[in-house]
């Protein structure tokens, strides 16, 4: 039965990702077209490394989701039973969690794939990674057709070819689902609120089911990265629609206005309303506890050190925007001669390179043409996203891992000025 069941997934999904495939090469521009199968084929290499060399977290999340995968074939009956519970049995071990817990969110989706996979790491990174990749290319195509002024090019490098994230997000990782299930949402939200043609029924119904399994998916997954992306997509929403149907005035201090009024709205009657996990106290103490944490796992390292620290709401804030600046910056070149420091020193240099030419286009009013609603939802998320990583994150190497979610959104503001679509027209990438 097992063996069954496995063979009958895996030519279920080979037959989807080889119509999905083709589907998309036929409808692409010549520049996505061109650029299809070669993303692929680095991401398929990536994730070979990552599966044959799996790290620690890959490994010991898969030790646990093959316990649930043990459990399943012995009972099927209670599979619900077993998917609701916090505690999981693996060879003699238990383990047991609080319900907000993305270690066990993930061993249960780990624990899905395993039907189709048999267990095998590899295979499980490869599901992973090709589902992260199908929902990268939906944004970057959706960002194309909705967008068809601004350079194509960006959301292709801001999604499948920047190394952190290419890196990150191709293999057992949290951040494979995150940027996967971030880029989905977006794409499907994206295309609803500046799509042009008329959808028909079953397929709105069909992006509303999807749109919201994707957005459960990344609650689960890390809830204080998907709340701020959640405002701002349902801000954006709003303010589109009000536009369109005259309410708002369509000068950007309005646009902008309204969609900042609208995002503070938003997380002041989440605090309100949320429970315990959405308190300022919580999300101060979680703050404290991970920064302690780190900066005591980091002893002989380089990391992230706030002086005077104080894990109030205020002292947080007081210290969020040398949080932001450190995670854009840090490591810097020369902070050490370790080899993944070098390289993340390298790829800082870059991001850091493109961030000055973003404000010279801005200051020389070369800016690019996205609508400046998502403009300022991009900015606020990136800001709120960037300040938790760098306060909650001292240790480089793991900060160098959650910054892999955020990137992607700030590189997608970063391309689109004049001074970058000339590089990327330099590059192929700009039409």
Request: aromatic share 12%; glycine share 10%.
């Amino acid at each position: 039965m097992k063996l069954l069941t496995a063979l009958l997934l895996n030519v279920l999904l080979l037959a989807l990702a080889g119509w999905w495939l083709r589907r998309e090469y036929r409808a692409g521009t010549p520049v996505l077209r061109r650029w299809l199968l070669l993303t692929l084929a680095l991401r398929l290499v990536l994730t070979a490394i990552a599966g044959y060399w799996p790290g620690p977290d890959a490994r010991g999340v898969s030790y646990w989701a093959q316990g649930l995968t043990t459990d399943f074939w012995a009972n099927p009956a209670a599979a619900f039973e077993r998917w609701q519970s916090l505690t999981v049995h693996a060879h003699g071990e238990v383990m047991t969690t609080h319900s907000m817990s993305n270690t066990l969110f993930f061993s249960k989706l780990l624990g899905l794939l395993n039907l189709g996979s048999g267990g095998a790491l590899w295979l499980n990174a490869l599901y992973l990674s090709f589902f992260c990749y199908i929902a990268c290319w939906e944004l970057v195509r959706v960002l194309s057709q909705v967008f068809p002024t601004t350079p194509r090019g960006a959301g292709l490098v801001a999604w499948l070819l920047w190394p952190s994230v290419l890196w990150w997000s191709a293999g057992i990782n949290k951040e494979t689902v995150l940027i996967g299930a971030s880029a989905g949402l977006a794409a499907l939200v994206l295309a609803g609120v500046y799509g042009r043609r008329p959808v028909p029924g079953w397929q709105l119904a069909g992006s509303v089911v999807l749109g919201g399994l994707l957005a459960w998916v990344l609650f689960r997954m890390r809830y204080f990265f998907a709340l701020p992306l959640f405002g701002g997509l349902v801000a954006l929403a709003l303010v589109q629609l009000a536009t369109g149907r005259g309410w708002l005035n369509g000068r950007w201090p309005a646009q902008a206005g309204t969609v900042l009024l609208l995002i503070a709205a938003g997380g002041s009657t989440a605090m309100l309303v949320g429970g315990r996990y959405l308190e300022p106290s919580y999300f101060s103490l979680e703050v404290n506890k991970n920064y302690q944490h780190g900066v005591l796992t980091s002893q002989g390292r380089p990391h992230l050190v706030y002086a005077d620290w104080q894990p109030t709401p205020l002292g947080l804030l007081r210290h969020a925007p040398q949080a932001v600046g450190q995670v854009l910056v840090r490591p810097w070149l020369g902070e050490s001669a370790r080899p993944l420091y070098l390289l993340a020193a390298l790829e800082n240099v870059a991001l850091v390179a493109l961030l000055l030419l973003a404000f010279a286009a801005g200051w020389n009013g070369r800016v690019g043409r996205l609508p400046v609603a998502l403009v300022v939802v991009l900015v606020v998320y990136c800001l709120l996203l960037a300040a938790f990583i760098g306060l909650s994150t001292p240790n480089l190497g793991t900060l160098h891992r959650y910054r892999a979610v955020l990137l992607p959104w700030l590189l997608l503001l970063l391309l689109q000025n004049d001074y970058a679509r000339a590089l990327l027209s330099k590059a192929g990438l700009a039409e």
